[in-house]
């Protein structure tokens, strides 16, 4: 009888001791999609119309928050394709500063980190991919953002315009500066021209007054003189 109550004091000693155990244990949570959560730090993944993105780190405590990370790269992203093979790793081409790096975040604070897609991303051909972006800083690891992205190519830009050279008359009233004049035109009104660097020579000790013709080409919405034909 004595033994059986003896075997039971101690069963009952290891069940409260697995019981303590297991509250003290804290883990942080691995959350998928579009947000990820921890008791003091939220992570978020915005993408935009443009197929731009940014990934937002939140402090959610009541406290500042240190981030540590061991180099200066602030974050990694990965982009698979169905068959789960990796098509580009963000860190892969590049070469970040190394040292202990900390960022603080006041309590409320967001870190919005951009992720340039278009630009990174100008290599990988079209498709549907599954895109993965986590924090490099300590602990957030775990913290990973997956969710599915179209990935319709880089934008195309606009070729550079050729800049036309036109020709102008005008009445030269003075020199602003190094690089100005103004003058009138024949409608009689004033306004300010720029000199290209090989036109400013064709200015030094110009009359007042004086109609001369000019040939510009306009940048910027400016008028920028490259030579003057008296």
């Not at 290599?123 to 895109?131: D, E, F, R, S």
């Not at 490099?136 to 050279?165: F, Q």
Request: with cysteine; aromatic share 6%; proline share 2%.
């Amino acid at each position: 009888m004595r033994k059986a109550k003896g075997v039971a004091w101690i069963l009952l000693l290891c069940t409260s001791l697995l019981v303590l155990a297991s509250c003290g244990t804290s883990n942080v949570n691995s959350t998928t999609g579009s947000e990820g959560k921890d008791n003091n730090i939220s992570t978020r993944l915005d993408l935009t119309a443009d197929g731009e993105g940014s990934f937002i780190i939140k402090n959610e405590s009541k406290k500042e928050v240190v981030l540590t990370s061991s180099s200066g790269q602030q974050i990694e992203f990965q982009l698979l394709n169905e068959a789960k093979e990796i098509m580009y790793t963000y860190s892969a081409n590049k070469m970040f500063m190394q040292g202990i790096v900390e960022n603080k975040l006041q309590p409320g604070e967001e870190w919005i980190i951009p992720l340039n897609l278009q630009a990174e991303l100008a290599g990988v051909p079209t498709g549907t991919y599954k895109l993965v972006v986590w924090s490099t800083a300590d602990g957030l690891n775990d913290l990973k953002i997956e969710t599915t992205y179209k990935w319709t190519g880089a934008i195309a830009t606009e070729a550079p315009k050729k800049l036309v050279v036109e020709k102008q008359e005008v009445i030269y009233i003075g020199q602003q500066d190094l690089h100005s004049i103004e003058v009138e035109n024949l409608e009689g009104t004033t306004e300010a021209m720029r000199l290209s660097e090989v036109a400013i020579p064709f200015f030094e000790g110009l009359e007042k007054g004086k109609h001369i013709f000019v040939e510009y080409v306009v940048e910027n919405e400016q008028k920028v003189i490259q030579s003057e034909l008296t």
